[in-house]
C-alpha cells in the first residue's frame, strides 16, 4: 500500500521562474493539503483541497495556486518564485478532513 | 490565532535516559494533538495521535499526554536509542472544515552512544 508520493524530489529554479510540485496521496484518502516548511522552521499550512475545490487557505499569496483532480492528486504551482519560497514543501493526504494526516517525504525547491 | 511552542529547541542525552519534550499552545480549543518524527530532509512520521477527548496515549516506548485545560502536551521516551535522533514536532488540529494542522518549531533530539 503506497503512501503519500511527491514529485520531484528536489528542484532548482532561479528567481522569476514558476514550479509545479505534484502529490499523489495515499489509496482511500481523499484529502490533499499542502504545508512549506522553511529551515529551522515548523511547516506552515497553505491550503487544503477536497472534492477538486480549494476549502482553505493559509496566510500565502495569491502565487501559491493549486489544482485536485479527480483522481485525488494534486498540484501546487507557485509563480514569480522568490528566495524566500526556498523551503521543503510537504503534502498530507487523509480520509477525509478530521481524520489524521499523513504526510510524504516533501520537495526541495531551491531557489538561486 | 493559535500559536504552539516546543521546548527545548534542542536536546542532547546518552543512550538510555528516559526524557521528556515539552509542547504548549496558547488555544484550547483544539480538536486533536499530533506528535510527529522528522529526520533530516525527509517528511514527517506521525507518532502518536491524542484526541481532544483524551489525556494520553501510548505506543511502545513513547508516551504523550495532554492537558487542554493548560495548553499542554508532553512526549515521554524511555530508554532512548540513538535511531531516537531526529527532530519531534508537536501540532495541533483546531477542527473545522479542514483540521489544518499548526506546528511548533521542533525539538533537535541527539542521542549519544
Known amino acids: 500500500d503506497a503512501g503519500v508520493t511527491q514529485s520531484p524530489t528536489h528542484l532548482i529554479k532561479t528567481r522569476g521562474q514558476q514550479v509545479t510540485l505534484r502529490c499523489s496521496p495515499k489509496?482511500?484518502?481523499?484529502?490533499v493539503s499542502w504545508y512549506q516548511q522553511a529551515l529551522g522552521q515548523g511547516p506552515q499550512f497553505i491550503f487544503q483541497?477536497?472534492?477538486?475545490?480549494?476549502?482553505q487557505r493559509g496566510n500565502f499569496p495569491d502565487r501559491f495556486s493549486g489544482h485536485q483532480f479527480p483522481n485525488y492528486s494534486s498540484e501546487l504551482n507557485v509563480n514569480a518564485l522568490l528566495l524566500g519560497d526556498s523551503a521543503l514543501y510537504l503534502c498530507?493526504?487523509?480520509?477525509?478532513?478530521?481524520?489524521?494526516?499523513?504526510f510524504g517525504d516533501g520537495t526541495r525547491l531551491s531557489i538561486l | 490565532k493559535q500559536e504552539v511552542t516546543q521546548i527545548p529547541a534542542a536536546l542532547s542525552v546518552p543512550e538510555g535516559e528516559n526524557l521528556v519534550l515539552n509542547c504548549s499552545f496558547t488555544?484550547?480549543?483544539?480538536?486533536?494533538l499530533q506528535w510527529f518524527r522528522q529526520d533530516p530532509g525527509k517528511g514527517l512520521t506521525s507518532l502518536l495521535l491524542?484526541?481532544?477527548?483524551?489525556r494520553e496515549q501510548t505506543s511502545g516506548r513513547l508516551n504523550a499526554s495532554l492537558d487542554k485545560s493548560s495548553g499542554r502536551s508532553t512526549l515521554y521516551i524511555a530508554a532512548s536509542q540513538p535511531g531516537d535522533s531526529a527532530t519531534y514536532l508537536c501540532?495541533?488540529?483546531?477542527?473545522?472544515?479542514?483540521?489544518?494542522?499548526?506546528f511548533g518549531t521542533g525539538t533537535l533530539l541527539a542521542v549519544q552512544p
Open positions: 491524542i484526541q481532544s477527548s483524551q
Open positions: 501540532a495541533v488540529a483546531g477542527g473545522g472544515a479542514t483540521n489544518k494542522l499548526i
Open positions: 488555544d484550547s480549543a483544539i480538536y486533536n
Open positions: 489509496s482511500g484518502h481523499d484529502t
Open positions: 498530507a493526504s487523509s480520509r477525509s478532513s478530521n481524520q489524521p494526516q499523513h
Open positions: 483541497y477536497y472534492e477538486e475545490e480549494e476549502r
